[in-house]
């Protein structure tokens, strides 16, 4: 069964500082989805990034982006730039063409002024 | 350009009553999933639907539950008999496409708490 794991249950950083949130999931699966939610305290999932398994380039959005390595099962999340509205939790998920999403536990983002 | 409506936003029930919460998907899209969401957990899929079609069920608990799409209205999520440890927040998602890259767009969820 494919799993996510996020070994971060709290990470902080300085405003305007980069930051890097951890994810690794287990597949035995070639194709696949990987995304970032961001879940502020409003509670509405917010889509920040995703990534097709098959594609080598990492996804870039504006200050976000990813470091995926394949080989290693490894998605990170990285946060150039930090603000205040960062703050959040960090939801890893996984979706293979069955289209359930598989989620990590999540990541709390706290963004120091 | 309105989102995935989810409506009520908090909704308490006394123990062994029931719970029905309510999804209007994103325009254009015609998948709705629900999730489940314990406190400090990430999401746990529950059930997927197309229009009058359940697709896939296999997260959700045989007893108490059960999910519609009607062929008119919003998808409904109904417990039964609603214990505590239904108490949780409960998303709905929707898909324009059934496989899952364009991403799904999440609902601002309904949280249910069972006094």
Same mark, same amino acid.
């Given at each position: 069964?494919?799993?996510?794991?996020?070994?971060?249950?709290? +990470?902080?950083?300085?405003?305007?500082?980069?930051?890097?949130?951890?994810?690794?999931?287990?597949?035995?699966?070639?194709?696949?989805?990987?995304?970032?939610?961001?879940?502020?305290?409003? #509670?509405?999932?917010?889509?920040?990034?995703?990534?097709?398994?098959?594609?080598?380039?990492?996804?870039?959005?504006?200050?976000?982006?990813?470091?995926?390595?394949?080989?290693?099962?490894?998605?990170?999340?990285?946060?150039?730039?930090?603000?205040?509205?960062?703050?959040? +939790?960090?939801?890893?998920?996984?979706?293979?063409?069955?289209?359930?999403?598989?989620?990590?536990?999540?990541? $709390?983002?706290?963004?120091?002024? | 350009?309105?989102?995935?409506?989810?409506?009520?936003?908090?909704?308490?029930?006394? #123990?062994?009553?029931?719970?029905?919460?309510?999804?209007?998907? +994103?325009?254009?899209?015609?998948?709705?999933?629900?999730? #489940?969401?314990?406190?400090?957990?990430?999401? $746990?899929?529950?059930?997927?639907?197309? $229009?009058?079609?359940?697709?896939?069920?296999?997260?959700?608990?045989?007893?108490?539950?059960?999910?519609?799409?009607? $062929?008119?209205?919003?998808?409904?999520?109904?417990?039964?008999?609603?214990?505590?440890?239904?108490?949780?927040?409960?998303?709905?998602?929707?898909?324009?496409?059934?496989?899952?890259?364009?991403?799904?767009?999440?609902?601002?969820?309904?949280?249910?708490?069972?006094?």
């Amino acid at each position: 069964a494919q799993t996510v794991t996020q070994s971060q249950p709290e +990470m902080s950083v300085q405003e305007a500082e980069t930051v890097t949130l951890s994810c690794t999931y287990d597949t035995s699966e070639s194709d696949y989805y990987l995304f970032w939610y961001k879940q502020p305290p409003s #509670r509405q999932m917010i889509l920040v990034i995703r990534q097709e398994a098959y594609k080598q380039q990492n996804a870039t959005e504006n200050r976000f982006s990813v470091n995926f390595q394949k080989a290693a099962k490894s998605f990170s999340l990285k946060i150039s730039d930090s603000q205040l509205g960062d703050a959040a +939790m960090y939801f890893c998920a996984y979706c293979h063409s069955n289209y359930q999403l598989i989620w990590g536990a999540g990541t $709390k983002l706290i963004i120091k002024p | 350009n309105a989102g995935v409506m989810q409506n009520p936003r908090h909704l308490v029930r006394r #123990r062994g009553q029931e719970a029905r919460l309510r999804c209007s998907p +994103m325009k254009g899209h015609s998948h709705v999933y629900w999730y #489940r969401q314990l406190p400090e957990e990430g999401l $746990k899929f529950m059930v997927y639907l197309q $229009k009058e079609n359940i697709i896939d069920e296999s997260g959700m608990p045989k007893e108490r539950f059960s999910a519609e799409f009607p $062929k008119e209205g919003p998808s409904i999520l109904r417990i039964q008999q609603v214990v505590r440890g239904d108490s949780a927040a409960y998303f709905c998602a929707s898909s324009r496409l059934r496989t899952g890259f364009e991403g799904y767009t999440f609902g601002s969820g309904t949280r249910l708490t069972v006094v």
